[in-house]
């Protein structure tokens, strides 16, 4: 991990180049035959299936029936290791597969769930045998995976559960006391993650079996949205567990759950894209039959912008998400450990650690950007968006629990800035020489302001601006919190705002590093849809990040008006613009996909 792009937050700072990110477009053709069998089964077999998923008498044999379909199609062992019962693939080839499969909202909750949070802890902290005990079923549908952290009371505060974990008088067993909230899959799993702490003081993780002794779930949750999933209470009366179920150390628990929950995160931006693309699907299906005033809808330039926007979203969300995962990916191959060493997977789980703020991104970003596509769908179908027969009407409720699953977006955005600054006053990245450095450029006049050459050239201008508007709403803020410790955790707008920051650099810059790179491998004649989806992705979310930082700029200062135009001084240097005619774009943009009936690049 020694290069400076693997490392995780750098790209706020640091310059990447368009060869050292994972796109789509990187993908071999086995990954694109896996996500290819998931998108059929999907669309074939679960679609078929929504209305006995929805429905409370049917749904938990219809997730059971699937999921086992799902086993059998080998969708679910994408990442399990071959000696454990699965095809050893990568985290991008996953999450392309999540992604294929995500066309149901509700299944696509049951499936993420076993394949993430329900089996991940198993990989990544447990024993030799454990592994061998239950890898091969989670790998196959055998066995169906789930997660327990939340308690009441307990919820962005996970850490604070009061279920407890004593031994047994003899030392042979584990016996568990407390209870669990909005346990996704739990009214059908054979094998449940859950967190307690050892004599009420030691945070630690369990492998609870369905079967246990003590254990029991509550009725069904009667949910807003994703109805067609198992969420229930989890509850543990003296559940007895043999010693050896303990899941990585006494103690370190946090290890467990926080960095699964960095997978999850990442893994639901997945779904999220999953989601904008079928939402795209559906309206320029719908768009193409509606007809008005003589003709169909999609004739008209406002649905027409609709449209382009789904497909704006789609394409920054699927540039940012497989960015991550191949840095995640590249950082693994680093590991010298090898695989069958116990401290391999102490060090795969380093390498996650590492892109917590890469995997916030994509998961506020993600569930923001489905929030946004859905919504347009709903104005699309017009008052058909409303009734139930159209699947827009059920998406526009299911979307809502993604900006809650996984650490709401408001602790996400806490956990952006606040990862950045806690890495740089460890030392573990440098905040202060860019800032010190753009300070310098300020001063002398030194930040470009004219187009670069080439193709995107003001694209390229505008992603070293976008970098230094994000080194600066860093910088101020850094300063103010040297000199006192609470300023940050004081102020959490101004975090969010800072957050906000973050997320446009990394969606532009991802855009635009994936599209520079596609046109190197393709020409630039194969990458006309893409190079119109980058130059609206940049312009806007430069146009963004300045108002964001002139926001930042006032908060900081505190009605400080010396202090605040002297930070506006200083900022105005950072300004740069450009006419761009988004109109004429979204219209072009809107004709090709009109044209393609779906999400399709070329």
């Known amino acids: 991990m020694a290069d400076s792009w693997r490392r995780g937050g750098r790209f706020l700072f640091e310059e990447t180049a368009p060869s050292e990110v994972f796109t789509y477009e990187d993908f071999d053709e086995e990954s694109l035959m896996l996500a290819d069998t998931a998108s059929k089964f999907a669309l074939k077999e679960v679609l078929s299936r929504s209305a006995k998923l929805e429905a409370n008498e049917t749904k938990i044999e219809t997730n059971v029936e699937l999921m086992k379909m799902a086993g059998e ?52 902290f447990g024993t030799p045998q454990q592994k061998e005990k239950y890898l091969p079923k989670l790998a196959s549908g055998e066995f169906i995976g789930a997660y327990a952290l939340t308690e009441a009371g307990y919820g962005s505060e996970a850490l604070g559960a009061k279920t407890t974990a004593v031994k047994s008088p003899d030392g042979k067993s584990w016996i568990l006391n407390g209870s ?14 859950v967190y ?7 945070f630690s993780a369990f492998i609870v079996e369905k079967d ?39 103690g370190k628990g946090h290890k467990v759950a926080l960095n699964i929950l960095n997978l999850g995160r990442l893994k639901l931006g997945l779904g999220s894209l ?14 193409a039959e509606r007809k008005q005033f003589g003709q169909s809808i999609d004739h008209f330039q406002l649905i027409r912008e609709k449209l382009a926007l789904m497909a704006l979203e789609t394409y ?40 917590a703020i890469e995997a916030s991104i994509l998961k506020v970003y993600g569930s923001e950007a489905q929030a946004r596509s859905i919504d347009e769908g709903v104005q699309l179908f017009g008052g058909y968006g409303f009734i139930e027969e159209y699947p827009v009407c059920s998406n526009y409720r299911d979307a809502r629990i993604t900006r809650i699953f996984e650490g709401t977006n408001e602790i996400n955005r806490m956990l952006m800035p606040g990862t950045i600054m806690r890495r740089a006053m460890k030392g573990q990245l440098d905040l202060m020489t860019p800032v010190m450095k753009l300070m310098s450029e300020i001063k002398q006049d030194a930040v470009p302001k004219d187009p670069a050459p080439g193709t995107l050239g003001r694209e390229a201008t505008a992603i070293a601006v976008l ?25 959490q707008i101004l975090l969010e705002q800072i957050a906000d920051l973050t997320m446009d650099m ?23 849809i893409p190079i119109l989806l980058t130059q609206i992705i940049v312009y806007e979310k430069l146009r963004h990040a300045q108002e964001l930082v002139r926001q930042i700029c006032a908060n900081v200062a505190g009605g400080d008006e010396a202090e605040f135009l002297r930070n506006r001084k200083a900022m105005s240097r950072l300004a740069y613009d450009y006419p761009l005619d988004t109109m004429r774009l979204k219209t072009k943009l809107a004709e090709h996909f009109i044209e393609r009936g779906q999400y399709a690049l070329t």
Do not use: W
């Not at 399990?80 to 995500?102: H, R």
């Not at 991802?510 to 990458?527: F, Q």
């Open 506 to 528: 990394y969606a532009a810059e991802s855009s635009y590093l994936r599209t520079l790179k596609t046109i190197a491998a393709k020409g630039e004649d194969a990458c006309r």
């Open 180 to 193: 669990k909230m909005f346990i996704t899959n739990a009214g059908f799993a054979d094998v449940f993650s």
């Open 73 to 124: 199609l080998g969708m679910l062992m994408i990442e399990i290791p071959e000696e454990y019962g699965g095809l050893g693939q990568s985290l991008s080839a996953a999450m392309l597969v999540a992604e294929s499969a995500a066309k149901q909202a509700s299944f696509t909750t049951t499936l993420m769930c076993h394949t993430g949070i329900g089996t991940l802890p198993i990989l990544f």
């Open 212 to 250: 246990t002794p003590g254990l029991s779930t509550g009725p069904e949750e009667h949910k807003m949205g994703i109805k067609g999933s198992s969420t229930r209470e989890l509850l543990l009366d003296n559940a007895t567990i043999p010693v050896e179920n303990l899941l990585g150390e006494a």
């Open 316 to 355: 920054a969300v699927e540039s940012m998400a497989y960015r991550c995962s191949g840095a995640i990916d590249n950082a693994v191959k680093q590991i010298t450990i090898p695989k069958d060493d116990p401290n391999y997977y102490t060090a795969k789980v380093d390498c996650v650690e590492e892109f």
């Open 274 to 287: 999953g989601a904008c693309k079928e939402t795209l699907r559906y309206s320029l299906q719908y768009a």
């Open 196 to 202: 307690a702490k050892i004599d009420g003081e030691h």
């Open 467 to 491: 970098r230094r508007l994000a080194t600066f709403g860093y910088g101020v803020p850094a300063q103010k919190a040297m000199a006192d410790p609470k300023f940050l955790t004081d102020n």
